[in-house]
């Protein structure tokens, strides 16, 4: 048979064992119910995408300007950049009209014809 161990603490100090371990329970529960909250996930996730958008501007940001000041060849090739996109967009929009006036236009002509 196993040996039984006798258990040499006093009824005052098993009450206050378990009273301990009811509180540390409480608050290991308390801080499970705190960080699972949808309130405390929303705030994390705030505070997550902030640091993320805060890195990504920091290391934008440094590929425009350095110690030394503003780096014009950096600023030059990116407003060529933005420029010849636009300069894209805008020809794509003309073309894009251009082919919808031409449908409409036909559409016109023959319902035109038609009519006579």
């Known amino acids: 048979m196993a040996d039984k161990k006798t258990d040499t603490r006093s009824?005052?100090?098993i009450?206050?064992?378990i009273?301990?371990?009811r509180a540390r329970m409480g608050a290991n529960v308390e801080g499970l119910v705190n960080e699972v909250h949808p309130k405390a996930v929303k705030?994390?996730?705030v505070d997550e995408a902030k640091a993320f958008v805060m890195t990504e501007v920091d290391a934008a940001k440094s590929?425009?300007?350095?110690e030394d000041g503003w780096r014009t060849d950096r600023l030059t090739?990116?407003?060529a950049a933005a420029g010849a996109a636009l300069v894209a967009l805008l020809?794509?929009?003309a073309i894009v009209r251009g082919i919808g006036?031409?449908?409409?236009t036909k559409k016109a002509l023959k319902k035109a014809a038609k009519k006579h």
């Open 11 to 13: 009824a005052q100090q």
């Open 15 to 17: 009450r206050a064992d």
């Open 19 to 21: 009273a301990a371990a």
């Open 43 to 45: 705030q994390r996730s």
């Open 63 to 66: 590929q425009v300007k350095d």
């Open 77 to 79: 090739l990116a407003g």
């Open 91 to 93: 020809t794509v929009r």
């Open 101 to 104: 006036k031409k449908a409409q």
